[in-house]
């Protein structure tokens, strides 16, 4: 999480404050973040602050990457210092392209929060309790949760941790902290520009020069085709999310491309930016090299694997479509 500081007692004008919250980090790496802050305080003045916060409230959960850190945003208002009044939310698996001040300057106009539409959806979540199902709108705008710029003094004012923890436990989430976001904040959620949560697989196809339909099926994302284009032609963060876009820490080869019509690796330039500013990191430098070199050691047998994957769901899809046609020769025959 990032907070910008605007002045005022004990604190720079214009130094940012990063909150790192996670449920695992160790003294040692606590010590490296204020060393990493240090350094880069020479080129902008900046605080590095850890939270090592307990996972338990969330157990029985639904796990995203085997993990329940992805519910701590949820939490934040009540982690970070009640003087912090705005904060932006940052997932990990982004890269930033531009100058943050800008976002900083938004208006929330009273919203709880701020956040880029992501393709909206008609499921249900199954009730825990004797309650009824919850049906999201298929009409009303539904958010990625990966980058929001958060009214902390009006969630902690409308006392939205409590709502979404009730939220949790009365309802079985598919999306994580990012379905409790989006009921328990319906309709105090401002739209931002699509380009400040821009999924990495879009830049990708515009690079290929794919068509992009913000319409799938009955789903679609709350932007004009012009308005998305633009965003595509120069965005302010990359989101790496999904199932589709490997992490830029992981290999290139793990992830391939059917949507792309092609079993080629998923590579695209902004990896390699990625890399660079990775590579440069004050005090984590020499891990990052390192995890680099493993996994280009790894490369080709992950190439494999994955390959070997994709064709066999590509065998049995073309089992399954054989099977069909064969049981409806066989009852054709048999009328």
Same mark, same amino acid.
């Given at each position: 999480m990032l907070q910008k500081c605007g =002045?005022?007692?004990n604190r720079q004008e214009g130094k940012y404050i990063f909150h790192i919250l996670s449920d695992n980090i160790t003294s040692k790496n606590q010590k !490296?973040?204020?060393t990493l802050a240090k350094e880069l305080s020479k080129t902008y003045p900046c605080e590095i602050f850890t939270y090592l916060v307990s996972d338990k409230e969330f157990q029985g959960y639904p796990k995203l990457h085997n993990s329940y850190t992805t519910y701590l945003r949820l939490k934040s208002a009540s982690i970070l210092p009640s003087d912090i009044t705005t904060c932006l939310y940052l997932d990990t698996d982004i890269l930033v392209l531009c100058? +943050? !001040?800008e976002l900083f300057k938004t208006d929330l106009k009273g919203n709880l929060l701020a956040a880029v539409g992501d393709f909206n959806t008609d499921k249900t979540l199954p009730s825990r309790t004797s309650l009824s199902p919850y049906a999201f709108d298929k009409n009303a705008p539904y958010y990625n949760a990966g980058v929001m710029l958060l009214n902390l003094r009006k969630w902690r004012d409308e006392n939205m941790e409590s709502k979404a923890l009730n939220f949790l436990k009365t309802y079985e989430v598919h999306y994580h902290d990012q379905d409790t976001i989006n009921a328990i904040a319906k309709n105090q959620i401002l739209t931002l520009n699509p380009k400040w949560n821009l999924g990495a697989f879009y830049a990708l196809a515009l690079e290929k020069n794919l068509a992009i339909n913000l319409n799938c099926g009955e789903y679609f994302l709350p932007y004009t085709q012009e308005t998305f284009k633009e965003a595509l032609k120069n965005p302010a963060i990359l989101h790496? +999310? =999904?199932?589709?876009t490997p992490?830029?820490?992981e290999s290139i080869y793990s992830k391939i491309n059917p949507p792309l019509n092609s079993y080629t690796p998923f590579y695209h330039h902004s990896i390699q930016k990625w890399w660079e500013i990775a590579l440069n990191t004050p005090e984590f430098s020499k891990d990052l090299i390192a995890l680099k070199l493993q996994i280009e050691r790894e490369d080709l047998q992950q190439y494999s694997n994955? +390959?070997?994957k994709a064709l066999q769901e590509r065998d049995n899809f073309f089992l399954q479509k054989i099977q069909e046609i064969e049981n409806v020769l066989y009852n054709h025959s048999h009328n």
């Open positions: =002045g005022g007692q !490296r973040f204020q100058d +943050l !001040r790496y +999310l =999904g199932n589709i992490k830029p820490w994955t +390959l070997s």
